[in-house]
């Protein structure tokens, strides 16, 4: 994990600056490898019904979306960032340590809102963090966060393992030691003084900038928002479904490690794909695989069947991804650009509480069948899409194109 192009860095960096990132993103996804997929599977075990759990998945998501920022704010101010990465971890790690001792719904939506509350700052911080690195010492990125990726992917296979072996209770041991490593990083995350340039988490918290109203980068934004949103049944209810069909734990853990390890390959051969594809046509096509994704969900495809499925995360989120924020990049001033970001985590955020709250009672109603549902979110963010890249300027400030060679 050197600097890019296997130069090195500029003297001033910290020591082992890309390694003690490295950590620092692959803590939390511990949590999440745990979390994501089996959190659910523990407030079943405790008889909350599909609407409880709707309620407990969704309410963090909206409290998320109003202290991440704040939390970015403070950690721009008081001059080192990582500071707050210690208070985040260890307050996280109470809450988990509190949720052992509830087992009804209203302690439980409760605490779970707390710890969504003191955790969300963690991962923005770090990414802000990471990016300092990049533009002061030419450190790759890439390296150092597709590590968080695996350490997703470990938690959510031997997560599997483990609720084959143990189910629901499981599931708050697991995520504690998670939390626990997310201190023990945090205490080691490099201290780099105060930064340069505000946090997108932060920026949000000032209010979004002029630029952002540009038509076609806000319907973009909004598209692949809700876009994103589709996946809310998928991340609540699939490991509660493929129980109901027999999967064992290992397969279920599978099933998850294989979106994920999709969606690293793309992100690893991010830049051949810009070379051969637009930008546009990224974002296009993981929209309307998204659309087709959430039809066959509800279809008995077997393991094999929704192991392709899962592999489609590839192009419904990172592909998307990877379009988006290219696409920001070149219609956006770089002054403006931690706005966006801003903008992008406040869409995402309201609309996945928003899919997640519905998902419950969805999936109350009408079983598996609700995935019919995130289909037509999926055809309302393509919808949006289209109309921004219908609304695009054409020409960029610079001069170039925006036809399909950007």
């Known amino acids: ?3 890019q192009q296997g130069t090195t860095p500029t003297s001033g960096a910290p020591r082992f600056f890309a390694e003690r990132i490295a950590l620092v993103f692959s803590a939390p996804m511990l949590v999440n490898g745990i979390g994501l997929p089996f959190f659910p599977l523990w407030l079943s075990s405790l008889a909350f019904d599909d609407f409880q759990i709707g309620i ?4 963090p998501m909206v409290v998320r979306v109003f202290t991440a920022p704040l939390a970015g704010v403070l950690a721009d101010r008081i001059g080192e960032r990582a500071h707050v990465l210690v208070w985040s971890a260890v307050l996280s790690l109470m809450t988990a340590c509190a949720l052992f001792l509830s087992n009804s719904f209203w302690p439980v939506l409760l605490i779970y809102t707390l710890q969504g509350a003191v955790y969300a700052p963690f ?9 300092s690195g990049v533009r002061r010492w030419n450190f790759d990125y890439g390296k150092m966060r597709y590590w968080g990726s695996l350490a997703f992917i470990a938690a959510t296979m031997v997560g599997g393992w483990l609720s084959g072996l143990y189910g629901g209770a499981m599931v708050l041991p697991s995520m504690a030691t998670g939390f626990v490593s997310m201190v023990l990083v945090a205490l080691m995350a490099p201290r780099i003084g105060k930064p340069r340039r505000p946090s997108p988490i932060s920026a949000l918290a000032v209010g979004p900038a002029s630029s952002l109203r540009q038509k076609d980068v806000q319907f973009m934004l909004v598209g692949a928002a809700l876009v994103n949103a589709s996946h809310a ?6 490991v509660i479904y493929w129980e109901t069909l027999g999967f064992t734990g290992t397969q279920i853990g599978l099933l998850w490690s294989a979106g994920v390890f999709a969606e690293v390959l793309v992100f690893v051969f991010a830049v051949q794909l810009r070379r051969r594809f637009s930008l546009w046509s990224m974002i296009i096509f993981g929209c309307a695989v998204a659309v087709a994704r959430w039809l066959f969900y509800p279809q008995d495809v ?6 392709a499925l899962q592999c489609l995360h590839a192009f419904t989120y990172a592909s998307i991804h990877i379009g988006v924020q290219n696409r920001i990049v070149q219609r956006v001033s770089e002054d403006r650009e931690a706005s966006a970001q801003g903008v992008y985590f406040l869409y995402n955020g309201i609309f996945m509480a928003i899919a997640t709250f519905v998902s419950g009672y969805a999936y109350a109603w009408y079983g598996v069948k609700a995935f019919y549902l995130m289909s037509v979110v999926a055809a309302t963010g393509f919808a949006f899409v289209l109309l921004a890249r219908k609304c695009q300027p054409q020409s960029l400030p610079s001069g170039g194109k925006t036809s399909e060679a950007s």
Do not use: D, H, W
């Open 1 to 3: 994990m050197n600097a």
């Open 56 to 59: 407990v998945l969704a309410v």
């Open 123 to 131: 991962v923005p911080i770090t990414e802000a963090i990471a990016l």
């Open 233 to 238: 049944l998928l991340f609540a209810f699939s």
């Open 302 to 307: 077997g393991l094999e069947g929704y192991f």
